[in-house]
């Protein structure tokens, strides 16, 4: 008669195990990824005139995470625009229609800016894209960024390239710090050219005042070193 009651409680042991796979398997739906995808395009669009595109959207109820795959961002005014095979993104809350992320997480982006199609920052309204108001809609507390590759249009013949170029970003209560190193890089002007070594950068960013303070700087050019603290 002792067993009995083991026996049960192996039973129910048994059975919440079952109705959490269940349930596991439930949120996996593709209503599930559906709806929360669709929620990421929308609160983007919506609040920092980006549109996003990509060809797959699964949710992955354990991280909580959205996996998304061929993915393109970019604004409105088209002033730059950013494409990866994959990307990650958890997910720290929903409430209210309204995504709150804990990470994003990429490898090996595509970016590509336009210098002449930026906001000019001469106090008129914005046509939308402004990389502050994406960071402000989502306001991620873990951004990182690994192998990017990066082309800055200034002019018609005039550009800059950078390549192995890793980002990362961490949230504070008012302030985000971030840290940006390059592997490498080309600026050209014309027929002139000139050799970018590995570079990197340490700032905070006060995205409500909308400033930056560098912390430590330090660049190579044509074999040079330039440094800078702050």
């Known amino acids: 008669m002792g067993l009995m009651p083991r026996k049960r409680g192996r039973a129910w042991g048994l059975f919440i195990a079952l109705g959490l796979v269940a349930l596991i ?55 730059w625009k950013v494409s990866a095979d994959e990307a990650r993104v958890a997910v720290e809350s929903v409430f209210l229609s309204r995504l709150t992320l804990a990470e994003v997480k990429m490898t090996k982006p595509q970016v590509l ?33 690994k192998d990017a590759s990066v082309k800055v249009v200034l002019a018609p013949k005039r550009s800059l390239v950078l390549d192995g170029v890793d980002v990362e970003t961490r949230s504070l209560k008012k302030i985000d710090e971030v840290t940006w190193v390059v592997r490498s890089g080309v600026f050209t002007d014309g027929p002139r050219t000139l050799a970018l070594g590995r570079s990197w950068v340490e700032a905070e960013v006060d995205l409500e005042d909308e400033t930056v303070v560098l912390r430590r700087a330090e660049a190579q050019v044509e074999g040079a070193t330039l440094s800078w603290v702050g």
């Open 25 to 79: 398997m439930l949120l996996r739906t593709e209503r599930a990824s559906g709806e929360l995808c669709g929620l990421l395009k929308e609160q983007l669009d919506s609040k920092a005139d980006v549109s996003l595109h990509f060809e797959g959207c699964v949710f992955d109820p354990l991280g909580p995470s959205l996996a998304l795959t061929q993915v393109e961002a970019k604004p409105k005014n088209e002033s």
């Open 113 to 145: 800016i336009d210098a002449s199609r930026l906001p000019k920052g001469d106090g008129k309204k914005s046509e939308g894209g402004c990389v502050l108001d994406v960071a402000r809609t989502f306001r991620v507390s873990h951004i990182d960024i």
